[in-house]
């Protein structure tokens, strides 16, 4: 099992930034990759951004150049950030961390809310 708990939510005017932390515990050297991704109201979940164990990144198109993602690891947490840059307000959304690990099976945290404002 995987814990993992996301802060760094709220709200922010148009072309503000935001960091999200996830901070993942339990049997975390299991986990091959942890990302990030979105839900806003009316839509489907989306992949936001994604880094693997060995450091490769996958961004979704609308958030490339604005967002960077990246890790950080303890002998009993590992944790996974997301720099947000000039944002829109088409960014609001509700922000999950997820954790991939070997096997194929997800995590998710409870998730965070992501409001950019006008």
């Known amino acids: 099992q995987v814990q993992l708990v996301e802060s760094g939510g709220g709200l922010v005017q148009a072309g503000g930034t935001l960091r999200l932390s996830c901070v993942g515990s339990?049997?975390?050297?299991?986990?091959?990759?942890m990302g990030w991704y979105r839900q806003a109201p009316g839509k489907e979940r989306e992949l936001v951004a994604r880094?693997?164990?060995?450091?490769?990144?996958?961004?979704l198109d609308s958030v490339k150049g604005r967002f960077t993602i990246s890790r950080d690891n303890t002998n009993t947490q590992s944790m996974v950030y997301l720099q947000m840059n000039s944002l829109p307000v088409e960014d609001t959304a509700v922000y999950h961390c997820?954790?991939?690990?070997?096997?194929?099976?997800?995590?998710w945290g409870q998730g965070t809310q992501v409001t950019v404002s006008s």
């Open positions: 339990g049997r975390i050297f299991t986990i091959f990759a």
């Open positions: 880094i693997t164990n060995d450091g490769r990144t996958t961004y």
């Open positions: 997820n954790a991939i690990v070997y096997g194929a099976k997800n995590y």
